[in-house]
């Protein structure tokens, strides 16, 4: 019977990548400097430090840019909310989503019965959704009716076998 499974997935190197781009530019560009500026990665998160909201949200945009750029998906990106730091300065955590929570896989097997596809199901195992049909046909109708769904994190599709 084929299969597919449903992931979501970040390239943790790239993302690496990514905050040492944003890095070098924050402490080459005129408007960051002595500002104090600056971008810390930890495993599961970005923590941003600024003197003014103003430098955070321009930080913040620097970094999405080279997010963008390395095809991180900015939906991989949770922004906590803007901390009051040390010295007036301002910090932000932007945690990196991993993996498909319980919720959306519930929400992922929803939209696979709605399709009432006759032989389709979907089953939830730990981090990934897999989904079994008896035609290809069918498990591509519901590839592409996941991709049109906007589910809030970055969806990809592997591990398919006939």
């Given at each position: 019977?084929?299969?597919?499974?449903?992931?979501?997935?970040?390239?943790?190197?790239?993302?690496?990548?990514?905050?040492?781009?944003?890095?070098?530019?924050?402490?080459?560009?005129?408007?960051?400097?002595?500002?104090?500026?600056?971008?810390?990665?930890?495993?599961?998160?970005?923590?941003?430090?600024?003197?003014?909201?103003?430098?955070?949200?321009?930080?913040?945009?620097?970094?999405?840019?080279?997010?963008?750029r390395r095809?991180?998906?900015?939906?991989?990106?949770?922004?906590?909310?803007?901390?009051?730091?040390?010295?007036?300065?301002?910090?932000?955590?932007?945690?990196?989503?991993?993996?498909?929570?319980?919720?959306?896989?519930?929400?992922?097997?929803?939209?696979?019965?709605?399709?009432?596809?006759?032989?389709?199901?979907?089953?939830?195992?730990?981090?990934?959704?897999?989904?079994?049909?008896?035609?290809?046909?069918?498990?591509?109708?519901?590839?592409?009716?996941?991709?049109?769904?906007?589910?809030?994190?970055?969806?990809?599709?592997?591990?398919f076998r006939?």
């Amino acid at each position: 019977m084929p299969s597919f499974d449903v992931t979501s997935e970040i390239d943790f190197q790239e993302v690496r990548n990514a905050v040492d781009q944003a890095s070098r530019e924050v402490a080459t560009r005129f408007d960051f400097k002595n500002t104090g500026s600056s971008l810390e990665l930890t495993p599961h998160e970005i923590e941003l430090n600024a003197p003014t909201d103003d430098r955070l949200r321009a930080l913040t945009q620097v970094l999405e840019e080279k997010l963008v750029r390395r095809q991180v998906s900015l939906k991989a990106l949770s922004y906590g909310k803007v901390e009051e730091a040390s010295k007036g300065t301002v910090r932000q955590h932007v945690t990196l989503q991993a993996g498909i929570s319980a919720d959306h896989a519930r929400r992922i097997n929803k939209i696979v019965k709605e399709l009432n596809l006759r032989g389709v199901t979907s089953q939830s195992q730990g981090e990934q959704v897999r989904v079994f049909g008896k035609k290809r046909d069918d498990l591509q109708a519901v590839i592409a009716r996941l991709k049109a769904e906007d589910l809030g994190i970055p969806i990809q599709f592997g591990n398919f076998r006939d």
